[in-house]
Each structure stands twice: as structure tokens, then as C-alpha cells.
């Protein structure tokens, strides 16, 4: 007969292991993959510790896994490091965020007089998104992807258009506020824009796997490819010339190099407090967006900021809460899907978990 302590450990070990808890960043991973990505590389850090995970593959056609540190284009988080420069050139006295671009870009934008720098950052310039047209969706791509555009032949397209709403009465995105905004920061300073994000950003920060290409057409180094639908097959679009997005959306990045962009956004050691509250804070209760940076509230009551970016074949998220204790970053490698609000998911799922 068995005593009491050996049926108790006997029992323990015949007992079936209690099934270990899943990993969300590991779900939200495969969930991503499941609504229609190719692949997909998260990073998520949560009071110090990080978590990466990956899902599908690198390549089509190929078992390659998706590398975590590989590098990917991150399309409109680049408004993020735009604005930031611009915020430390206000912080230096060289650009004042309520003063008409006019007054340092002369005659450039038609009502220049009124629309103002914070404008532009807070996307309410009223000014036509020139991305209307020129397309980058489906075979319409080809047409366009190895083709220079200079940062005036892109304003030139939007200002060949009317304003869409009195400068400052309203929200609506406009990728033409930062190439506007890119070229305020080489008027300002006499380098252009993506080397003060170098100088400024980058290079303090040891974010060496983050470029600005301008031209080049490859990602450097280790990458997962990005495809798109044409004539009803997925197209490899890894090679292009960003110069489409210009300081809109052409820088390329990891997750590791995101994390310490964002990490040091919330720390105060790009922008002082005061500047980066208004980063922060939309212009109404109406809407998720600051200077530059995106801002939600998670289902769990945990607000963040950062920003999403999306370029042919790739989307970005890169996410702090306000305290950068809980930091989300991630590439998405597109392939029919998923739609945006996968982004957002994937920002609740981690940031609450």
C-alpha cells in the first residue's frame, strides 16, 4: 500500500502535463499569416523582456522561414522620424510650428500663407494626396516602379490639384504634407532630409541596419520578399525605387532598429517633453492622430503611439505606450492581405497581452 506522500507523487507523475499557455505574440503571428500574408516578424517587449516570433515564409515557393531580424521597407513610419526631425529644428529655434510655410518655402504651395508647418504634421493642410495619382496597385506598379520622382515633380502633382478643405479645418491623410515637410528640413538645415534623420537619429541611436536608399531599387542585406496581385498571380515587388514615397515613406528598417526608435521617442531623448506631448496629442477627440505619430487607445485602457506603413509588398507597425514599457514592432510581408485592420489587431493583441 502506497503512503500518503508516494500517492501523491506517483499521481503527480502520471498526471498529463497541464497544456502550456499560447503565446500571443506567436498567435498573432500565425493569425496574421492567416488573413493573407506572406509572412510576418514580430518583436515585443513588455517591462524589459522580449518576445520575437515569426510566421510563414521569406520567399514563395520556398520553405525559407521568415528571418526576425531581417530588414523590410517601413513605408510611413517614416513620417515619424520626419517629424521628429522637424520637432528638434523647432526645439532649436530654426522652424516655428504655427508659422505659414510660406514664409520658408516661398511660393511653393498655393495658400502657403495659411497653411502652416503644425499643418502639415497633423496632416490638416488640406493639400491633395498626389498618391491619388499615380498608382501603385496591380500591374500599374510596373509602370512606375524603377522611376525617379524628385520631392517638387510629387508636390508639383498634388498642387496641380485644389485644395480639398480650408488649410486647418479638418483631417485628412496626405502623403504630400511630408515631402513637403522633407524639403522644410533641407531648407532649414542645407542637408537633405534623410541625412539629418541619419545624424540626428540613426547614427546617436545605433540603428545601423536603418537606410534611407533614395534611388536604390534592392534591401540591403538579410529580407523577406513583398509581393502583389498582378493579372491574378503574386508578383515579387521587393525591388523599387522608393523615391515615390520620398519622406512620406522610403526609409528601410528592422524591428530591432524600430524598437530603439521608439523606445527612445518615449524616453524623451529625440524631443523634449513639451514638443513630444504635442506629438502626442490629436487636434480633437475625433481623431487617433498628432504630429506624426499615430495614437490609440487599446481595448485593455493602454494608450500608444507610433505609426503603421504601408508600401507595396510590405507593412510596418511600431507602437510604444507612453511610459515604453510596452513596445510593439513588426513587418508584414504582403501577399493578398490582410487588410489594415489586421494592423490594429496585432497592436491589441500584443500591446494587451
Not at 498655393?110 to 508647418?117: A, D, K, L, N
Not at 540613426?202 to 533614395?214: A, K
Not at 495614437?295 to 507595396?312: K, M, Y
Request: overall charge neutral; glycine content about 10%.
Amino acid at each position: 500500500m502506497l503512503n500518503t506522500v508516494s500517492f501523491v507523487l506517483t499521481t503527480a507523475l502520471l498526471a498529463p502535463a497541464a497544456p502550456a499557455a499560447a503565446d500571443p505574440v506567436r498567435t498573432a503571428a500565425q493569425e496574421t499569416v492567416s488573413a493573407g500574408a506572406t509572412g510576418v516578424q514580430i518583436r515585443a517587449v513588455r517591462d524589459g523582456h522580449t518576445r520575437t516570433a515569426t510566421a510563414g515564409v521569406s520567399e514563395l515557393d520556398s520553405r525559407k522561414p521568415v528571418s526576425p531580424t531581417g530588414r523590410f521597407r517601413i513605408g510611413s513610419t517614416t513620417k515619424s522620424f520626419v517629424a521628429t526631425v522637424v520637432l528638434q529644428l523647432v526645439a532649436e529655434h530654426r522652424i516655428e510650428l504655427d508659422t505659414p510655410v510660406e514664409r520658408y518655402l516661398p511660393g511653393l504651395l498655393p495658400r502657403g500663407e495659411e497653411i502652416t508647418v503644425r499643418m502639415l504634421l497633423q496632416h490638416t493642410s488640406g493639400l491633395y494626396n498626389y498618391l491619388r495619382s499615380i498608382s501603385l496597385a496591380g500591374a500599374d506598379l510596373e509602370k512606375v516602379r524603377y522611376q525617379h520622382f524628385s520631392p517638387e515633380s510629387l508636390v508639383a502633382i498634388a498642387t496641380a490639384r485644389p485644395l480639398e478643405f480650408p488649410p486647418g479645418s479638418r483631417f485628412s491623410y496626405s502623403n504630400t504634407n511630408y515631402v513637403v515637410l522633407g524639403m522644410l528640413v533641407e531648407r532649414a538645415t542645407g542637408h537633405a532630409w534623410g541625412e539629418e534623420v541619419t545624424r540626428r537619429i540613426l547614427r546617436p541611436l545605433g540603428m545601423h541596419q536603418t537606410s534611407v536608399p533614395g534611388d536604390r531599387t534592392r534591401i540591403p542585406g538579410r529580407h523577406a520578399h513583398g509581393y502583389q496581385e498582378m493579372n491574378g498571380k503574386l508578383a515579387d515587388i521587393s525591388e523599387l525605387n522608393p523615391s515615390v514615397a520620398g519622406a512620406s515613406g522610403e526609409m528601410i528598417s528592422t524591428t530591432v532598429d524600430l524598437d530603439k526608435f521608439v523606445q527612445a521617442l518615449a524616453a524623451g531623448r529625440l524631443v523634449p517633453p513639451a514638443l513630444l506631448g504635442q506629438m502626442t496629442t490629436p487636434r480633437s477627440a475625433t481623431e487617433e492622430y498628432g504630429l506624426g505619430l499615430q495614437i490609440r487607445t487599446t481595448p485593455c485602457g493602454i494608450p500608444v503611439f507610433g505609426h503603421t506603413g504601408g508600401i507595396p509588398g510590405y507593412g510596418t507597425i511600431a507602437f510604444t505606450s507612453a511610459d515604453g514599457k510596452r513596445r510593439v514592432e513588426a513587418s508584414l510581408t504582403m501577399g493578398r492581405g490582410p487588410g489594415d485592420d489586421a494592423y490594429y489587431s496585432l497592436i491589441d493583441k500584443v500591446i494587451c497581452a
